[in-house]
């Protein structure tokens, strides 16, 4: 048990489908984080939020839309997704964004597959 | 950025010691080095932290040189529980705010 619960574990969606990821987190967290994990690249940060505000956008496509509505959840919102879009989709979150010694806690994932 | 490399993989013995090396020349002033420890279809765990020197917890020790660019995690006397991937992360603290780089990870593999 992490303290960061990630729902759905597993995820089917034809390429118009609309979903969401959800991700909720009891630790009193300020910050929280999503990322994709490919199986032949490195963890890669999608997005930030610290006290539910977003504080990084790595790029990332507008397929994907993040939502954080208090400090305890987290969204990731999903519309007309690619098949390389197939991943597996880790949050965490950390005490503060940006301070010392604030390690994370990970969820365990989101496994999303796109037809 | 402070990007890092470290090997793909390793294989290692129970009861042998493991050092992995993790590289990040261009680690900023700010910057920590984190070791995550991730099992199959579970989210990466945190390992251990530093800045310099060295650092020892209950499961593992890191050791980082002055010039701080590269950091070793030593596991003592490894089982079969420690195969798993090994990601080093160089996080950026106060100034460098928001630069988390995360390795492409070490597959470490013991055997009986």
């Known amino acids: 048990e992490t303290g960061v619960t990630q729902t759905p574990r597993h995820l089917v969606m034809g390429m118009t489908n609309k979903k969401s990821l959800k991700c909720e987190q009891h630790?009193?967290?300020?910050?929280m984080y999503w990322y994709k994990q490919s199986a032949k690249k490195p963890l890669e940060l999608m997005f930030v939020?610290?006290?539910?505000?977003?504080?990084e956008n790595n790029s990332v496509p507008s397929r994907f839309s993040p939502e954080c509505p208090n400090s305890s959840h987290l969204f990731l919102h999903l519309h007309t997704l690619q098949p390389e879009d197939s991943a597996l989709y880790l949050c965490?979150?950390?005490?503060?964004?940006?301070?010392?010694?604030?390690?994370?806690?990970f969820g365990d994932g989101t496994r999303l597959s796109i037809l | 950025l402070a990007k890092t490399t470290q090997p793909i993989s390793m294989d290692s013995y129970e009861g042998q010691e493991v050092n992995i090396t993790c590289s990040h020349n261009?680690?900023?002033?700010?910057?920590?080095i984190t070791w995550y420890q991730q099992f199959p279809s579970q989210g990466p765990r945190f390992i251990i932290q530093?800045?310099?020197t060295k650092v020892t917890n209950e499961v593992a020790s890191l050791f980082i040189p002055a010039d701080r660019k590269s950091s070793t995690l030593s596991l003592p006397r490894v089982s079969l529980s420690d195969t798993a991937v090994y990601y080093c992360?160089?996080?950026?603290?106060?100034?460098?705010?928001?630069?988390?780089?995360f390795g492409r990870g070490t597959q470490l593999t013991v055997w009986p």
């Open positions: 965490a979150s950390s005490q503060e964004f940006g301070e010392a010694y604030q390690p994370q806690h």
């Open positions: 630790l009193g967290h300020n910050a």
């Open positions: 939020y610290s006290l539910e505000e977003r504080v």
């Open positions: 261009n680690i900023a002033t700010n910057d920590y």
């Open positions: 530093g800045y310099k």
């Open positions: 992360l160089v996080e950026g603290r106060g100034s460098t705010l928001g630069r988390l780089y």
